[in-house]
């Protein structure tokens, strides 16, 4: 949005330095459900720049990115007491603070096929990754983390790891991480510095092999990622032998195991093209599931599918307009678990989310949207929500 500088970032990119300023902000109201109509804000933003190492240094096929981010506002779900599993301000979350998001180094080798990166890495930037135009969190981002968000951190949460990409020519890749595990990665404490925080609880590896399939001679790009995690974290049963939750309750005796584990999948279909001058002109659809171990999750499954149209109008072909359809399950051992009264007893929440985006200018996205949460925090005693939102994004 703020153009070329008068070349001056064209010419900073050419010799290896490129600048990024990113702004998002998410205003929400509900209409129905919670304690009271309320409305509220929230918004992040991102400064960032990739170092091209050889054009820099002459370090083949070499980059290095730092980002830090900016979280601010207030949060509609918790305000409003929606109850919800899931928030309808997606951007709202791990702290209202400043972090190191990205901080890392990565290299490819021989000819390209291998690519190599380290450093604070957020995970969901490689594994599970997803766009995040809408703005119910069931939507956004690497899937994994909105089910068992305690020890899978995403966007802009990173912490010490690697990961290793093998790239399989025109079919897809296949790759592997390796990941610090440790809750103070979530904190405020030190979150701008790239510390390595003491105490580690284990080492998070997650797997994903993708096929990336062309179609229509060219113009239906697919993609279809398969991917699984595990840990070596000694964590506790969520629900122990007597039958009570023990997530919830810091004094009661848990039954430690070791390692957790979960696994997704992720695809993405172009299905049909018009000649807009977009190529992601038409009609695009998306599966997002995600199942994790009963024995350790609070919510052990989530699935999510939906469909976005590039194009409506010939007149506006850079506009979308999307539909989506989700649901997150709480874990029956909890849900059944000593204490919980029938009517208490949780299942499964229910999203429904549609937005229409518009591009006035390059960089610049507004996005009004309507979510409708049905049984909010899987508790069919609370009302369902109607929430009108406004998602707007720019690149500058």
């Known amino acids: 949005m703020l153009g070329d500088w008068g070349g001056l970032r064209t010419k900073l990119r050419d010799d290896g330095v490129d600048l990024q300023l990113g702004y998002v902000s998410e205003f929400a109201s509900n209409l129905r459900g919670g304690d009271a109509t309320k409305w509220d804000y929230t918004d992040q ?72 990166k380290i450093g604070r890495l957020t995970i969901g930037e490689d594994f599970a990754a997803f766009s995040c135009d809408f703005q119910n969190l069931t939507f956004c981002g690497s899937a994994p983390g909105n089910v068992v968000g305690d020890y899978i951190f995403t966007w802009p949460v990173s912490q010490w790891g690697t990961r290793a990409k093998l790239r399989l020519g025109s079919f897809g890749y296949a790759q592997i991480g390796f990941y610090d595990e440790n809750p103070k990665y979530a904190t405020s404490e030190d979150a701008i510095t790239p510390r390595f925080y ?48 023990t997530a919830d309750n810091p004094g009661v005796e848990a039954n430690h195991e070791r390692g957790r584990f979960g696994g997704y999948i992720n695809f993405q279909q172009q299905i049909t093209h018009t000649d807009t001058g ?27 599918l939906g469909a976005v149209y590039t194009g409506p109008f010939s007149f506006r072909p850079d506009d979308d307009v999307a539909l989506a359809v989700g649901t997150t399950h709480v874990n029956d051992r909890v849900a059944n678990a000593e204490g919980n009264e029938d009517a208490e007893r949780q299942h499964s929440e229910y999203v429904f989310e549609l937005y229409y985006t518009v591009r006035p200018i390059r960089g610049l996205q ?31």
């Open 45 to 116: 933003w991102t400064f960032g720049s990739t170092f091209d190492f050889d054009k820099l240094f002459g370090i083949h096929d070499a980059k290095f990115q730092v980002s830090f981010t900016s979280r601010n506002g207030n949060n509609l779900s918790k305000n409003a007491n929606l109850g919800t599993l899931q928030e309808v301000q997606e951007v709202y979350g791990r702290g209202q603070t400043w972090r190191l998001t990205q901080f890392w180094y990565a290299q490819d080798y021989f000819d390209r096929i291998l690519d190599w």
């Open 366 to 396: 507004i996005r009004p949207n309507a979510q409708y949460i049905l049984d909010p925090g899987g508790a069919s005693h609370n009302n369902d929500a109607v929430v009108l939102g406004l998602k707007t994004s720019a690149n500058f």
């Open 198 to 245: 003491p105490d580690s609880k284990g080492v998070l590896i997650p797997v994903e092999f993708a096929w990336l399939p062309v179609f229509g001679n060219g113009k239906l790009p697919g993609s279809y990622k398969f991917g699984a995690w595990g840990d070596t974290a000694r964590v506790p049963d969520v629900v122990n032998e007597d039958n009570t939750v």
């Open 278 to 304: 977009n190529p992601k002109g038409g009609l695009n659809l998306f599966l997002n599931a995600v199942f994790t171990d009963t024995r350790t999750a609070t919510t052990d499954r989530q699935i999510a």
